[in-house]
């Protein structure tokens, strides 16, 4: 009994009936719009649910009964789709497959797998309504970036579940911890990617340069300089710079709390009140005296796809070593050395560094002085960015973006005194 009142074959048949119907309602549909043969519809399907319960159900579910029926029941959709290609050789197997998979929800059902026939029933019949929207999409979605998210799927569904979730060697170096590292900034990185992509004929220069922020804000500081250059409009690129770094300061506070909440509690009050405060500004900036010249950027500056395997791998080996030189300089010259390394590598991309401090744990017991790295990585790295804007843009266009982003590292520079007090 289920509940102690509905005997539990009254549910699970009524839970077969439920199912097999929405498909064959969806394929019913499909029939009537066709003008040609094409199998089963709303009668047929839940038939076919009933024939795999019953059968389950016979035979206790065994597996080999239960394959001998879907043999013959592939055997029949066979025949089908050999007459429906008769008729129109074009014609593809959607419905044979459905049927298919109807069977299976009945055995699905007996088995007491509810979740998982509920979850294929609903999918099933998603997939099979919205076909058109489905076609149009793949006619948008370039093969690249097929290619591209199954690189994202390699990384991440296929490497990542294999490797040892321990630490080795002298430097503790845990090869998943390092492997998650390179899909959570591959990731974001590629979340951001394509968001630019959608948004390319839709959004101007401010919007590109919020969201490369979240993919490489020194990146995006020197194509912004470099279109400042000949755009005429320096506010416009210098308060679009400076909103790129206010979000790297989120979008490193979001990487941190990953792999150390701890240290990303820290840095919290600050980075985010830098990168808000930045944006806000940028965005201001940005749009203050507004002129109807262009405001898109060029596309010879399009981002690369972020999601191909020789840069993950690159970073990956950047991060390693980063980590191990973390520990180094700690071990050998001590926080001033960690400290000037900081300074260096702030010139860069800083994300290998701060990760390495963040995963690795150079500092232990010591939250504060690990945060107070992190803190000077990132205002180095704004004052290497105002230095890139002045040298890309020029004097002229250079100027103003030089100004907002040594203003922002030197604000970005102060939690130091408060994190080395402490």
């Known amino acids: 009994m289920l509940d102690g009142r509905v005997p539990r074959e009254v549910f699970e048949l009524a839970l077969v009936l439920f199912l097999s119907f929405l498909v064959g309602i969806e394929r019913e549909e499909h029939k009537a719009e066709g003008g040609h043969y094409v199998f089963g519809g709303i009668r047929t399907f839940p038939l076919l649910g009933f024939v795999g319960y019953g059968l389950a159900r016979l035979s206790g579910g065994d597996v080999i009964s239960l394959a001998i029926g879907f043999a013959v029941v592939g055997g029949l959709m066979a025949v089908s789709y050999w007459n429906k290609v008769r008729a129109d050789p074009g014609a593809g197997a959607t419905t044979e497959v459905s049927a298919l998979l109807t069977y299976l929800l009945g055995a699905l059902v ?46 991440a569904v296929v490497i990542l579940p294999v490797l040892p979730d321990r630490p080795f060697g002298a430097f503790a170096i845990n090869p998943f911890r390092t492997w998650l590292v390179v899909v959570a900034v591959s990731g974001l990185s590629y979340a951001s990617y394509l968001l630019q992509k959608w948004l390319r004929q839709r959004g101007g220069v401010l919007v590109t340069a919020l969201l490369g922020g979240a993919y490489s804000s020194t990146a995006t500081t020197i194509v912004l300089a470099r279109e400042a250059k000949s755009a005429g409009r320096p506010s416009l690129y210098a308060g679009s710079a400076l909103a790129a770094s206010g979000v790297m300061y989120l979008r490193i506070l979001l990487l941190v709390s990953l792999f150390d909440p701890a240290l990303a509690r820290s840095l919290a009050p600050w ?54 030189l973390s520990q180094l300089a700690l071990r050998y010259v001590g926080r001033a050395g960690l400290y000037g390394m900081a300074t260096v590598m702030g010139f860069g991309d800083v994300d290998p560094f701060v990760l390495g401090i963040a995963q690795g744990s150079p500092l232990p017991g010591a939250q504060h002085g690990a945060a107070a790295a992190v803190v000077i990585a990132t205002s180095a790295n704004d004052a290497a960015k105002a230095a890139y804007a002045r040298v890309f843009a020029g004097r002229d266009a250079g100027r103003p973006a030089l100004l907002m982003l040594l203003a922002l590292a030197v604000a970005g520079i102060l939690p130091v005194f408060w994190f080395l007090q402490s």
């Open 110 to 155: 007996h088995a007491g797998a509810i979740w998982t026939a509920v979850a294929l029933g609903i999918i099933a019949v998603l997939l099979l309504e919205l076909r058109e929207g489905l076609a149009k999409l793949t006619s948008r979605i370039a093969r690249d970036e097929v290619l591209a998210f199954a690189k994202f799927l390699l990384l």
């Open 271 to 324: 980075f985010s009140g830098l990168g808000l405060v930045a944006i806000g500004g940028g965005i201001g900036a940005a749009l203050a005296n507004p002129r109807p010249a262009a405001d898109r950027p060029q596309e010879q500056n399009r981002t690369r796809n972020p999601l191909e395997l020789r840069p993950a791998f690159l970073f990956g080996v950047a991060f390693l070593a980063m980590l191990v």
